[in-house]
Nanobody, 125 residues
Framework: QVQLVESGGGLVQAGGSLRLSCASS????????MGWFRQAPGKEREFVAT????????YYVDSVKGRFTISRDNAKNTVYLQMNSLKPEDTALYYC??????????????????WGQGTQVTVSS
C-alpha cells in the first residue's frame, strides 16, 4: 500500500502562485510514476501533470503548460506541483496519485492505483 498526503493548497488571487506537495509513505517512492490531477465542482477529474519514476519524463495538460511545473525528490518521498500565474479556472481540488513504474507513464486517472485525499486550490479574480 501507498499512502499519499497532499498539502499546500489555499486561496490566492489571480496571477499568484502556490506550491503543492505530496508526501508518500508505505512503499519505495521511486517505484512509482507520480501524477497530479484536479477536479472542479460538477466536473470530471482531469489530468494536470505527471512525472516518471526517475524524473526523466514529464507531461502536462495544455492549459497549464508554461505555468505549472512538476518535480519530485525521491530522497524525501515527495512530489511537488509549482503553480504560477494562477487563473480562476485553476480552482479545483487537487490530488496526487501513484502508478507503478513497471507500467508506462499515463495521463489517465483510472490507471493510477493510489490517491491522496486532495488539497483545495481556490483562485479569486
Amino acid at each position: 500500500q501507498v499512502q499519499l498526503v497532499e498539502s499546500g493548497g489555499g486561496l490566492v488571487q489571480a496571477g499568484g502562485s502556490l506550491r503543492l506537495s505530496c508526501a508518500s509513505s508505505g512503499r519505495t517512492f521511486s517505484n512509482f510514476h507520480m501524477g497530479w490531477f484536479r477536479q472542479a465542482p460538477g466536473k470530471e477529474r482531469e489530468f494536470v501533470a505527471t512525472m516518471s519514476w526517475d524524473g526523466g519524463s514529464t507531461y502536462y495538460v495544455d492549459s497549464v503548460k508554461g505555468r505549472f511545473t512538476i518535480s519530485r525528490d525521491n530522497a524525501k518521498n515527495t512530489v511537488y506541483l509549482q503553480m504560477n500565474s494562477l487563473k480562476p479556472e485553476d480552482t479545483a481540488l487537487y490530488y496526487c496519485a501513484a502508478r507503478g513504474a513497471l507500467m508506462t507513464i499515463s495521463t489517465v486517472p483510472g490507471q493510477y492505483a493510489y490517491w491522496g485525499q486532495g488539497t483545495q486550490v481556490t483562485v479569486s479574480s
